[in-house]
């Protein structure tokens, strides 16, 4: 089965968008595997657009770019895989990508052949320059079958931004994971806004099919393409704490060859990347959310949970007033349990609380806990 938990991987576009090359994709495959991201859980190697010939070949077969990828795709391929990890690649639903590249509306057999025919792994199916007249989710159900018909087990990353609520039909067309926001760029408003706009979706995702806000941006400070300003190193930590507790597919953005030792260490992190990755994959749960201050609990496999405090206020939050309070998540002060709670960012052991807790977070900052019911 693939996509039993949420992908993990790289992919060109936030950082090089049309400066990619086969050089460049084989020091990402070095850095994935020498600097331990692989061995972390980032699988897929993922090139995005502008790989491409401008003109198919005489065969009509998508082709790569001759300059920047001399010994063709198969080569890349070949090379991704010695390294152990999987390989994948980028086409869009409509006439022309995003960046005006061919692309596989009505060409979606035989690319998905072509695909296949070099070993891809990943195929991220984007929605830019989609006819009018054409029908969006029968066009992505027809890409998933073209996919399947080539034989080789190939993860449908489809990517149409939350165009027709996807979350109510990716699953069922078997993408294994589903664009449901536009672009993620790089700084606070751009992935706070795109978290907030998933709360009430992600309950959709599961084993096999996953909500995907998009692509990380943890560690570009500003540089790369989508660098619109850059995040603190506190706001990259709760961008990744929130896509983890969120539970959806960790797609790293930056680049992985000269990350500062913070951004590799968080996006390293095995006590987060643990819980995105917990095998019951479900929803974070929202207690309550006031003042942009949001309050989640989410129920882990093994009988535990992650509560999880996010303060997208610009002011302190000392006391949460709303919640933290455990009647409201769902413990009564005399039901005669209390939660045992971990720090998830520092492994610090708290203890049992009972009535309430209430954690002090920075603007912009979050606090998440591990916790178990204890009897009091
Ligand atoms: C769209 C997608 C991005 C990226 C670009 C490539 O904007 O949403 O993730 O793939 O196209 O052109």
């Known amino acids: 089965m693939l996509a039993k938990r949420p992908p993990m991987g790289w992919n060109s576009w936030n950082t090089f968008a049309e400066n990619i090359s086969e050089q460049l994709i084989f020091e990402m495959a070095d850095a994935m595997v020498e600097k331990g991201y692989l061995a972390a859980g980032y699988e897929y190697l993922v090139i995005d657009d502008c790989w491409a010939k401008m003109e198919r070949d005489e065969n009509g077969r998508l082709a790569a770019d001759p300059e920047k990828f001399p010994h063709g795709m198969k080569a890349v391929a070949d090379y991704v895989h010695s390294k152990g990890l999987k390989f994948g690649m980028y086409s869009c639903a409509g006439i022309r990508t995003c960046a005006g590249y061919p692309s596989s509306y009505d060409h979606e057999f035989i690319d998905a052949q072509t695909f296949a025919d070099w070993g891809v792994d990943f195929l991220k199916y984007d929605f830019c320059n989609f006819p009018a007249v054409g029908n969006c989710r029968a066009r992505y159900h027809r890409m998933s079958m073209a996919l399947k018909a080539t034989g080789r087990e190939i993860l449908f990353s489809a990517c149409n931004w939350g165009v027709e609520e996807p979350w109510k039909w990716m699953r069922a067309i078997g993408a294994h994971m589903y664009r449901s926001t536009g672009d993620i760029v790089d700084n606070y408003k751009s992935f706070k806004d795109i978290a907030i706009s998933q709360i009430d979706n992600l309950c959709m995702s599961g084993p096999g099919s996953f909500n995907d806000p998009d692509m990380l941006i943890v560690g570009m400070y500003g540089k790369g393409h989508v660098g619109f300003g850059g995040c603190s190193d506190l706001e990259y930590r709760t961008h990744f704490a929130l896509w983890c507790l969120f539970g959806v597919p960790l797609m790293m953005g930056g680049d992985i060859r000269s990350l ?117």
């Open 260 to 376: 500062t030792p913070q951004s590799e260490a968080l996006l390293k992190n095995p006590a987060l990347i643990a819980i995105d990755q917990d095998e019951e994959c479900r929803a974070p749960y929202l207690v309550d959310s006031r003042e942009d201050r949001y309050l989640f609990i989410r129920h882990l496999s093994g009988g535990e949970f992650v509560l999880a405090y996010f303060n997208f206020n610009d002011e302190p939050a000392r006391s949460w007033r709303f919640s933290g309070c455990f009647d409201d998540i769902g413990l009564p002060y005399d039901c005669g349990y209390g939660l045992h709670l971990t720090d998830v960012f520092t492994g610090e052991d708290l203890g049992v609380k009972r009535d309430a807790f209430y954690p002090s977070i920075e603007p912009h900052g979050c606090q998440m806990y591990r916790a178990r019911l204890e009897k009091i």
